[in-house]
């Protein structure tokens, strides 16, 4: 959004300051040269995260050098420019939307073909990695578990596994296809779930590692019931 461009510029400001008191970098040849290097590190990163594949680069240096010469003599207003690009980063989340959703039914679809899959009446799926004999929570429960959260396309965004510390919470602390899946495990146990966006987070998605509308795969383990 347009907010995050402004903070963009506030930090493309602090970067110049602090890159004047450093040593000038050893493949550039002076100190313009390395935060014009900098600033374009940061506007090809603010691209890349804003989901833009392409770009005209010799427009967007003519638009760099047409502010930076302050004569007022643009292609586009200032204003027009910020219409036309919130319209444009909209139409491309809409985009974005609609892809996630479909990619996410159709993993759906293929996943409770496999042998071992159980889906739920809600549509949770999940099948076991290892049996425990132990009791089962209760939605009034807190649970202690490891976990390794990640997207359809294998992108890993959280997992207890990786920090090597389990983590506790209560059962109906958490989105709706754990506090199902939860009940359904036994101390001990070890499953894998996918889990529809709908029982997910759904159109508001999670931060910047979840898009909206993302289908889930987790690996469960429940260490215990507190």
Same mark, same amino acid.
């Given at each position: 959004?347009?907010?995050?461009?402004?903070?963009?510029?506030?930090?493309?400001?602090?970067?110049?300051?602090?890159?004047? @008191?450093?040593? &000038? %970098? *050893?493949?550039?040849?002076?100190?313009?040269?390395?935060?014009?290097? @900098?600033?374009?590190?940061?506007?090809?990163?603010? &691209?890349?995260?804003?989901?833009?594949? /392409?770009?005209?680069?010799?427009?967007?240096?003519?638009? &760099?050098?047409?502010?930076? *010469?302050?004569?007022? $003599?643009?292609?586009?207003?200032? *204003? %027009? %420019?910020?219409?036309?690009?919130?319209?444009?980063?909209?139409?491309?989340?809409?985009?974005?939307?609609?892809?996630?959703?479909?990619?996410?039914?159709?993993?759906?679809?293929?996943?409770?073909?496999?042998?071992?899959?159980?889906?739920? %009446?809600?549509?949770? *799926?999940?099948?076991?990695?290892?049996?425990?004999?132990?009791?089962?929570?209760?939605?009034?429960?807190?649970?202690?578990?490891?976990?390794?959260?990640?997207? #359809?396309?294998?992108?890993?965004?959280?997992?207890?596994? $990786?920090?090597?510390?389990? #983590?506790?919470?209560?059962?109906?602390?958490?989105?709706?296809?754990?506090? /199902?899946?939860?009940?359904?495990?036994?101390?001990?146990?070890?499953?894998?779930?996918?889990?529809?966006?709908?029982?997910?987070?759904?159109?508001?998605?999670?931060?910047?590692? #979840?898009?909206?509308? @993302?289908?889930?795969?987790?690996?469960?383990?429940?260490?215990?019931?507190?």
């Amino acid at each position: 959004d347009m907010d995050s461009k402004s903070q963009l510029q506030i930090l493309i400001f602090c970067l110049f300051m602090f890159f004047s @008191s450093l040593v &000038i %970098a *050893q493949d550039l040849t002076n100190r313009v040269d390395s935060v014009s290097y @900098s600033l374009g590190l940061m506007l090809g990163n603010n &691209i890349k995260k804003d989901g833009i594949k /392409e770009v005209n680069q010799e427009i967007v240096a003519k638009a &760099i050098e047409d502010v930076m *010469q302050d004569d007022g $003599d643009y292609k586009i207003t200032r *204003q %027009a %420019a910020k219409i036309y690009y919130t319209n444009y980063m909209t139409a491309l989340k809409k985009e974005k939307t609609k892809a996630a959703r479909a990619d996410g039914e159709a993993y759906l679809l293929k996943n409770a073909t496999k042998k071992g899959v159980i889906t739920t %009446a809600s549509g949770l *799926q999940y099948e076991v990695m290892k049996k425990g004999v132990g009791p089962m929570p209760t939605a009034k429960d807190k649970v202690e578990v490891h976990y390794h959260g990640t997207l #359809i396309d294998g992108t890993v965004f959280d997992s207890s596994v $990786d920090r090597g510390k389990t #983590i506790s919470f209560p059962v109906m602390g958490v989105i709706k296809g754990w506090q /199902e899946a939860l009940q359904l495990m036994h101390v001990g146990d070890k499953l894998k779930l996918t889990i529809p966006q709908s029982l997910a987070y759904g159109k508001r998605g999670a931060g910047a590692n #979840i898009p909206p509308y @993302s289908t889930l795969v987790f690996e469960v383990e429940l260490f215990g019931i507190q």
